[in-house]
């Protein structure tokens, strides 16, 4: 088997938020020269009707809950709407600045053009970027993987879910086809090695082995594709999408080289904001909780859904960071301590449906502690 090396070549999109130097692949470059315009604002070609309208929006809006840096001005940031009255403009043609993880070409890319059609999709460096972008009111909304169908959970993300205060407001499903990019002129048999985000290069496990290809591990993989190409690499290759191939000018060596061919990424849609649930339509709910140590305690945590006919679609635990209990018993033939978990639970109901607060409400009664992620409408549709 091909051994992996940990390596990241790839000098990734600094982020605004973190590093305000300038530079042409600057994540959030153009959300900085858009601060001094008021979302609400026309131009001079706009209508006299759309002038109106957008007088109108601007009394809908209300002084956001924001706690400004010293270093920013509140006058000088946009003002998004709520995600309640973006989502009535989406319809009408508005154009969200939607935040994603990775470079132009990214799958998430994708699903953030899925999500959201005719978004202004926004680049960010790391998971990180993309949930203080939304929380700085730099971007209205961001699409973040969250499971894959070969790979599993992004477990990064669920943690960062709870250590943010953004909802859950969607959710949506792409069909991950991954291609084997090298630069024009070279074949597969020229290649050493491949660059390629951990999840791509695991779900292109069997093939890259028959290949003999030594992978690498960076950020994304449109990442990796946009150093092959930059650095006019002639032993390496690249894992990504169709896309990345057509915007970093490289040539597909192979198609669907993915070990199953029913390759999904679930994402998640994020809002500061959250939706306000319905029952026309199939809702998912999606919480989190601790439970105290002891025989029996997620039985009874995960009974409460059954007894109510409520349907589980995921569970994951993660262990409680930064905190590590201490058994009674200190002897050495006995393990000195357990991890307390957190449980992140989703379930097909909504929350303004009563069994999902009656649910709730009973799990409340042992759980140390619950908090609702979001209650969203399913996707259901094929990826």
Same mark, same amino acid.
């Given at each position: 088997?091909?051994?992996?090396?940990?390596?990241?070549?790839?000098?990734?999109?600094?982020?605004?938020?973190?590093?305000?130097?300038?530079?042409?692949?600057?994540?959030?470059?153009?959300?900085?020269?858009?601060?001094?315009?008021?979302?609400?604002?026309?131009?001079?070609?706009?209508?006299? =009707?759309?002038?109106? %309208?957008?007088?109108?929006?601007?009394?809908?809006?209300?002084?956001?809950?924001?706690?400004? =840096?010293?270093?920013?001005?509140?006058?000088?940031?946009?003002?998004?709407?709520?995600?309640?009255?973006?989502?009535?403009?989406?319809?009408?043609?508005? %154009?969200?600045?939607?935040?994603?993880?990775?470079?132009?070409?990214?799958?998430?890319?994708?699903?953030?053009?899925?999500?959201?059609? =005719?978004?202004?999709?926004?680049?960010?460096?790391?998971?990180?970027?993309?949930?203080?972008?939304?929380?700085?009111?730099?971007?209205?909304?961001?699409?973040? &993987?969250?499971?894959?169908?070969?790979?599993?959970?992004? *477990?990064?993300?669920?943690?960062?879910?709870?250590? @943010? %205060?953004? *909802?859950?407001?969607?959710?949506?499903?792409?069909?991950?086809? @991954?291609?084997?990019?090298?630069?024009?002129?070279?074949?597969?048999?020229?290649?050493? %090695?491949?660059?390629? *985000?951990?999840?791509?290069?695991?779900?292109?496990?069997?093939?890259?082995?028959?290949?003999?290809?030594?992978?690498?591990?960076?950020?994304?993989?449109?990442?990796?594709?946009?150093?092959?190409?930059? @650095?006019?690499?002639?032993?390496?290759?690249?894992?990504?999408?169709?896309?990345?191939?057509?915007?970093?000018?490289?040539?597909?060596?192979?198609?669907?080289?993915?070990?199953?061919?029913?390759?999904?990424?679930?994402?998640?849609?994020?809002?500061?904001?959250?939706?306000?649930?319905?029952?026309?339509?199939?809702?998912?709910?999606?919480?989190?909780?601790?439970?105290?140590?002891?025989?029996?305690?997620?039985?009874?945590?995960?009974?409460?859904?059954?007894?109510?006919?409520?349907?589980?679609?995921?569970?994951?635990?993660?262990?409680?960071?930064?905190?590590?209990?201490?058994? &009674?018993?200190?002897?050495?033939?006995?393990?000195?301590?357990?991890?307390?978990?957190?449980?992140?639970?989703?379930?097909?109901?909504?929350?303004?449906?009563?069994?999902?607060? =009656?649910?709730?409400? @009973?799990?409340?009664?042992?759980?140390?502690?619950?908090?609702?992620?979001?209650?969203?409408?399913?996707?259901?549709?094929?990826?």
């Amino acid at each position: 088997m091909a051994a992996t090396t940990p390596r990241s070549p790839i000098s990734p999109l600094h982020s605004q938020i973190k590093n305000p130097n300038p530079n042409p692949f600057f994540t959030l470059k153009l959300l900085k020269r858009r601060r001094r315009i008021p979302l609400h604002a026309c131009s001079s070609s706009e209508s006299k =009707n759309q002038k109106t %309208r957008a007088i109108e929006l601007q009394k809908l809006i209300e002084d956001p809950p924001y706690e400004f =840096n010293s270093r920013d001005s509140p006058a000088s940031l946009p003002r998004p709407l709520t995600s309640a009255q973006l989502s009535n403009l989406a319809s009408e043609g508005s %154009r969200l600045r939607v935040a994603y993880q990775g470079v132009r070409g990214a799958y998430s890319e994708s699903a953030a053009e899925k999500a959201y059609p =005719n978004c202004e999709a926004v680049p960010c460096e790391q998971f990180d970027t993309a949930f203080e972008a939304v929380e700085r009111w730099l971007v209205d909304r961001a699409v973040l &993987p969250i499971e894959n169908s070969l790979g599993g959970s992004i *477990h990064r993300n669920y943690d960062l879910l709870l250590r @943010h %205060r953004l *909802h859950i407001v969607g959710e949506v499903k792409l069909a991950i086809r @991954h291609c084997l990019l090298a630069n024009h002129g070279i074949k597969v048999e020229d290649l050493k %090695r491949v660059l390629s *985000h951990p999840q791509a290069l695991a779900q292109c496990e069997n093939t890259l082995t028959k290949l003999g290809l030594v992978r690498e591990a960076v950020d994304d993989t449109a990442g990796a594709a946009k150093h092959v190409a930059f @650095h006019k690499l002639k032993d390496a290759g690249a894992v990504a999408s169709m896309t990345a191939a057509k915007i970093y000018g490289l040539d597909v060596l192979a198609q669907d080289i993915q070990d199953d061919s029913d390759n999904v990424t679930r994402f998640l849609m994020l809002a500061r904001e959250p939706i306000i649930p319905g029952t026309d339509k199939p809702f998912k709910t999606s919480v989190v909780f601790s439970l105290d140590e002891g025989p029996g305690m997620l039985f009874k945590a995960l009974a409460v859904f059954a007894m109510r006919n409520i349907n589980l679609t995921k569970i994951e635990s993660r262990p409680l960071q930064k905190r590590a209990l201490q058994t &009674p018993d200190d002897s050495a033939t006995v393990f000195p301590k357990y991890f307390p978990y957190l449980f992140y639970v989703d379930f097909e109901a909504s929350m303004a449906d009563e069994r999902a607060q =009656n649910a709730l409400g @009973h799990l409340k009664e042992f759980a140390t502690f619950m908090r609702v992620l979001g209650s969203y409408p399913a996707d259901n549709g094929l990826p």
